[in-house]
């Protein structure tokens, strides 16, 4: 133990702290590194009052109710350094946007946003992309966590440039109204509290405020939004039906399609000011994709006789299908374009790849003369037939119609995805742990701050700004740890956008492929009659009727099977290069 005196921070205390004279626990580095450190990790005032007990250090039996004290002198130097950051990100991205521009005095249109003197009809246009995150697990279809929280992801930077937390519960509120009377006031306070509705619903308000207070604090037009199929975020992020006759000099009132296809009026849900300019909306591909796997696997989860030998191998790749292919859709393409391209997520998966794109490795193999390695990696791929599963493709294609229309192709024609925001929704999640609740005081806010600062700034920067606004001097052990540890995190950054990370990740999901791949050649054995219970007692294989079967045409072969039991095909014979059964491929690449 170090037997001098601590070192001593200097930042400024709040007007209602008293004396400036008196020694409190925040005069002490260690005490607010001591903090910021369980901060960090997720960890509060039990961890903490553990860790000073089992070391024998002082105030471990207070420390739990100290540690709320001591973040609480924390929290605002926290905000101020997050503030500053989202303020920095936003002015990159303006800055990407505006450019070069100039007014006709020659006045770089950014310098002019940047002192809030640019007229409203240049202000920048952003496109975002916009996801919550709830802070605490939800179980199958209930969703009752205390609080949320959400932010918009740029478009160029891809660094958010506005948060926002709804939290339904506040510890103040709830221990005043335990000893008191309803008659009784709750003393004035930072309420944490700001929502009344459902958790649900705390999605739609929030991107609603984040869009509002970028148009009014700072001066830009949200103009696109990316996210999730969210009808209720689109339906509060317009004008309310009186509101768009007025903006739009018309007296008739919106119409919307309804579920029945009849034309009707708009339900009047949209809560956007009159001043503030309606942002358009696209679809995230990925959430796309995940809608696309639900409603295929809906199929999966019928009886045998109505999913047609429908497998989740069929499930991952046609949605791996439509994945690659939304990649490869741009806005300048045109409607028959796309609507031709849409056709490889179905007609990919029945080896038909004429509508395939560069991600189709199929279209370029076997040309030419086919060798026997080719043929060995040819067996191993699964396609289905369009001949033996015409019911099965009937469906899908009824599946996937709403998938592949214009309108709904159009809304992924982008290059933009959530990504960095469910990055930092799993980032928050590691400093706001979802089974506990911080929701209830300042805590919550705290560590989103550190989160949001981290993922912006880096580790070191982050870290150097914090010391510098405590007035802590940073030691050189702390020094060390910081850089290796900013230096550990850019590396795994790094290492995971390499082709080698990509694949690492994407391992598990095609080990699982695999599995499911060999469920499904089951499935097709079935249905072909290759397969049945006990049929290593047969020889391996069964002499079946099956119509799919085909046919030797033969005559000199048929004399030879006329002989036999039966004249059906010889089910034992597979040649690896038709995939038919009947004969089988030979040394010298002939079917005998």
Same mark, same amino acid.
């Given at each position: 133990?170090?037997?001098?005196?601590?070192?001593?921070?200097?930042?400024?205390?709040?007007?209602?702290?008293?004396?400036?004279?008196?020694?409190?626990?925040?005069?002490?580095?260690?005490?607010?590194?001591?903090?910021?450190?369980?901060?960090?990790?997720?960890?509060?005032?039990?961890?903490?009052?553990?860790?000073?007990?089992?070391?024998?250090?002082?105030?471990?039996?207070?420390?739990?109710?100290?540690?709320?004290?001591?973040?609480?002198?924390?929290?605002?130097?926290?905000?101020? $350094?997050?503030?500053?950051?989202?303020?920095?990100?936003?002015?990159?991205?303006?800055?990407?946007?505006?450019?070069?521009?100039?007014?006709?005095?020659?006045?770089?249109?950014?310098?002019?946003?940047?002192?809030?003197?640019?007229?409203?009809? @240049?202000?920048?246009?952003?496109?975002?992309?916009?996801?919550?995150?709830?802070?605490?697990?939800?179980?199958?279809?209930?969703?009752?966590?205390?609080?949320?929280?959400?932010?918009?992801?740029?478009?160029?930077?891809?660094?958010? $440039?506005?948060?926002? $937390?709804?939290?339904?519960?506040?510890?103040?509120?709830?221990?005043?109204?335990?000893?008191?009377?309803?008659?009784?006031?709750?003393?004035?306070?930072?309420?944490?509290? &700001?929502?009344?509705?459902?958790?649900?619903?705390?999605?739609?308000?929030?991107?609603?405020?984040? =869009?509002?207070?970028?148009?009014?604090?700072?001066?830009?037009?949200?103009?696109?939004?990316?996210?999730?199929?969210?009808?209720?975020?689109?339906?509060?992020?317009?004008?309310?039906?009186?509101?768009?006759?007025?903006?739009?000099?018309?007296?008739?009132?919106?119409?919307?399609?309804?579920?029945?296809?009849?034309?009707?009026?708009?339900?009047?849900?949209?809560?956007?000011? *009159?001043?503030?300019?309606?942002?358009?909306?696209?679809?995230?591909?990925?959430?796309?994709?995940?809608?696309?796997?639900?409603?295929?696997?809906?199929?999966?989860?019928?009886?045998?006789?109505?999913?047609?030998?429908?497998?989740?191998?069929?499930?991952?790749?046609?949605?791996? &299908?439509?994945?690659?292919?939304?990649?490869?859709?741009?806005?300048?393409?045109?409607?028959?374009?796309?609507?031709?391209?849409?056709?490889?997520?179905?007609?990919?998966?029945?080896?038909?790849?004429?509508?395939?794109?560069?991600?189709?490795?199929?279209?370029?193999?076997? =040309?030419?003369?086919?060798?026997?390695?080719?043929?060995?990696?040819?067996?191993?791929?699964?396609?289905?037939?369009?001949?033996?599963?015409?019911?099965?493709?009937?469906?899908?294609? *009824?599946?996937?119609?709403?998938?592949?229309?214009?309108?709904?192709?159009?809304?992924?024609?982008?290059?933009?995805?959530? &990504?960095?925001?469910?990055?930092?929704?799993?980032?928050?999640?590691?400093?706001?742990?979802?089974? @506990?609740?911080?929701?209830?005081?300042?805590?919550?806010? &705290?560590?989103?701050? $550190?989160?949001?600062?981290?993922?912006?700034?880096?580790?070191?920067?982050?870290?150097?700004?914090?010391?510098?606004?405590?007035?802590?001097?940073?030691?050189?052990?702390?020094?060390?740890?910081?850089?290796?540890?900013?230096?550990?995190?850019?590396?795994?950054?790094?290492?995971?956008?390499?082709?080698?990370?990509?694949?690492?990740?994407?391992?598990?999901?095609?080990?699982?492929?695999?599995?499911?791949?060999? =469920?499904?050649?089951?499935?097709?054995?079935?249905?072909?009659?290759?397969?049945?219970?006990?049929?290593?007692?047969?020889?391996?294989?069964?002499?079946?009727?099956?119509?799919?079967?085909? @046919?030797?045409?033969?005559?000199?072969?048929?004399?030879?099977?006329?002989?036999?039991?039966?004249?059906?095909?010889?089910?034992?014979?597979?040649?690896?290069?038709?995939?038919?059964?009947?004969?089988?491929?030979?040394?010298?690449?002939?079917? =005998?």
């Amino acid at each position: 133990m170090d037997i001098e005196r601590p070192a001593m921070t200097n930042f400024e205390l709040p007007d209602t702290a008293g004396s400036p004279l008196i020694t409190r626990a925040t005069d002490f580095a260690i005490n607010i590194l001591f903090v910021l450190s369980f901060m960090w990790s997720g960890d509060g005032g039990t961890e903490a009052s553990r860790l000073c007990g089992l070391l024998g250090l002082p105030k471990s039996t207070s420390m739990q109710a100290s540690f709320g004290d001591l973040e609480k002198q924390t929290s605002p130097h926290l905000k101020s $350094i997050c503030d500053k950051v989202i303020r920095e990100n936003l002015e990159k991205e303006v800055n990407h946007v505006l450019g070069n521009k100039q007014d006709d005095n020659g006045v770089l249109l950014f310098d002019l946003w940047k002192e809030k003197k640019l007229p409203s009809d @240049k202000w920048p246009r952003l496109r975002v992309t916009g996801d919550m995150g709830w802070s605490g697990r939800s179980s199958g279809h209930s969703y009752n966590s205390l609080s949320g929280h959400a932010c918009l992801v740029s478009e160029h930077t891809r660094q958010p $440039i506005v948060w926002c $937390i709804k939290s339904k519960h506040c510890c103040r509120c709830k221990a005043w109204n335990r000893r008191h009377t309803e008659d009784e006031d709750v003393p004035e306070h930072e309420c944490s509290k &700001n929502w009344d509705g459902s958790s649900g619903s705390m999605e739609p308000q929030a991107i609603l405020d984040m =869009v509002v207070e970028l148009h009014r604090q700072q001066q830009v037009i949200v103009d696109t939004i990316v996210t999730d199929d969210d009808s209720a975020i689109k339906a509060k992020c317009k004008w309310s039906n009186a509101d768009h006759c007025i903006n739009n000099n018309t007296t008739e009132v919106p119409k919307i399609i309804n579920r029945n296809g009849n034309l009707t009026k708009r339900p009047d849900k949209g809560r956007l000011p *009159q001043d503030v300019e309606e942002p358009k909306f696209l679809a995230d591909p990925n959430h796309r994709k995940r809608t696309l796997k639900g409603e295929l696997c809906r199929l999966v989860n019928k009886k045998v006789a109505d999913r047609h030998t429908f497998t989740r191998c069929d499930v991952l790749r046609i949605s791996t &299908n439509f994945a690659c292919m939304a990649r490869t859709l741009t806005e300048d393409m045109t409607d028959d374009e796309i609507v031709n391209k849409a056709k490889a997520v179905l007609e990919h998966h029945f080896d038909n790849h004429q509508h395939c794109g560069e991600w189709c490795r199929r279209k370029s193999q076997y =040309v030419g003369p086919i060798t026997k390695a080719e043929h060995k990696a040819r067996r191993r791929k699964y396609y289905r037939n369009k001949e033996r599963d015409a019911k099965l493709y009937s469906v899908l294609q *009824q599946k996937i119609a709403r998938f592949i229309t214009v309108d709904a192709l159009r809304e992924v024609c982008h290059n933009m995805d959530t &990504n960095v925001n469910e990055s930092l929704n799993n980032t928050i999640a590691w400093v706001a742990p979802k089974n @506990k609740v911080y929701s209830g005081t300042a805590s919550l806010s &705290n560590r989103i701050s $550190i989160a949001l600062s981290i993922t912006s700034l880096g580790t070191m920067e982050f870290f150097r700004r914090l010391f510098d606004e405590f007035g802590i001097t940073m030691t050189e052990d702390v020094r060390h740890f910081l850089e290796a540890h900013h230096l550990r995190r850019a590396k795994r950054i790094a290492k995971s956008k390499t082709v080698d990370g990509k694949k690492k990740r994407a391992r598990q999901f095609h080990e699982k492929l695999i599995e499911h791949t060999l =469920v499904a050649k089951k499935e097709r054995k079935k249905r072909q009659s290759t397969y049945k219970p006990g049929i290593g007692l047969d020889g391996g294989y069964s002499s079946s009727s099956d119509d799919d079967a085909p @046919k030797d045409t033969n005559p000199s072969r048929q004399s030879k099977a006329s002989k036999a039991k039966n004249t059906d095909t010889d089910m034992s014979k597979y040649c690896n290069a038709c995939e038919e059964y009947g004969h089988r491929l030979s040394t010298n690449k002939q079917a =005998v």
